[in-house]
Structure formats: C-alpha cells, structure tokens
Nanobody, 124 residues
Framework: QVQLVESGGGLVQAGGSLRLSCVAS????????MGWFRQAPGKEREFVAA????????YNEDSVKGRFTISRDNAKNTLYLQMNSLKPEDTAIYYC?????????????????WGQGTQVTISS
C-alpha cells in the first residue's frame, strides 16, 4: 500500500503559477502509475493529467493543454504538477492518485490510492 500527501496549493491571481507536489510513502514509488484529479465545488471530479511508471503522459487537453505539466521524480518519491497561466476555472481541490498498472490511466475509478487533496484558488 502507498500513502500520498499533496502540498503546494494556495491562492494566486489569474495568470500566475503554482507547482503541486505529491509525496508517496509506504512502497516503491516507481511501481505506480500516477495521476492528478481535481474537484470544484458542486462539480464532479475531473481528470487533469497522468503519468506512467516510465514517464509517458496524458492530459485533459480540453482544460489544461499547454498550461499544465505533470512529472515525477522516482528518486524523491514525488509527483509534480506545474500549473501556469492559471484561470479562475482552475479553482478546485487537487488530488493525486496512484495505481499499480503499467498504462497511463485517465479513469479515476482505476486508481486505488488517493491523497487528501490540496486547495487551489485562483482569483480574477
């Protein structure tokens, strides 16, 4: 089993940047495919980005294409989400998640492990 802890959220103005981190503990981080999801008030959870064990990536191109970058550092057991050109509609709680498969996974129900989330608020 793996435990996930997110950090890096906060309040920034539109057009600004944030970098979220997700530190994994408990088992070998490199065994897991990872993903970022978000949930805004009153809305369903939304896929943001995912990365495979070996660095293959997938993005929600409709909402974050060209603005967000997912990456991982297996030596530091850490997943990142660099978010640039932030918009008020990016406001949400951001969650990292892990699964033990080898694919890059978009569907949230495929992830077995979830962090507690970090709040991101973008002011206009």
């Amino acid at each position: 089993q793996v435990q996930l802890v997110e950090s890096g959220g906060g309040l920034v103005q539109a057009g600004g940047s944030l970098r979220l981190s997700c530190v994994a503990s408990g088992r070998t981080f490199s065994r897991y495919g990872m993903g970022w999801f978000r949930q805004a008030p009153g809305k369903e959870r939304e896929f943001v980005a995912a990365i495979s064990r070996i660095g293959g990536t997938l993005y929600n191109e409709d909402s974050v294409k060209g603005r967000f970058t997912i990456s991982r550092d297996n030596a530091k057991n850490t997943l990142y989400l660099q978010m640039n050109s932030l918009k008020p509609e990016d406001t949400a709680i951001y969650y990292c998640a892990a699964h033990e498969g080898i694919v890059v996974l978009r569907a949230g129900h495929g992830y077995a492990y979830w962090g507690q989330g970090t709040q991101v608020t973008i002011s206009s």
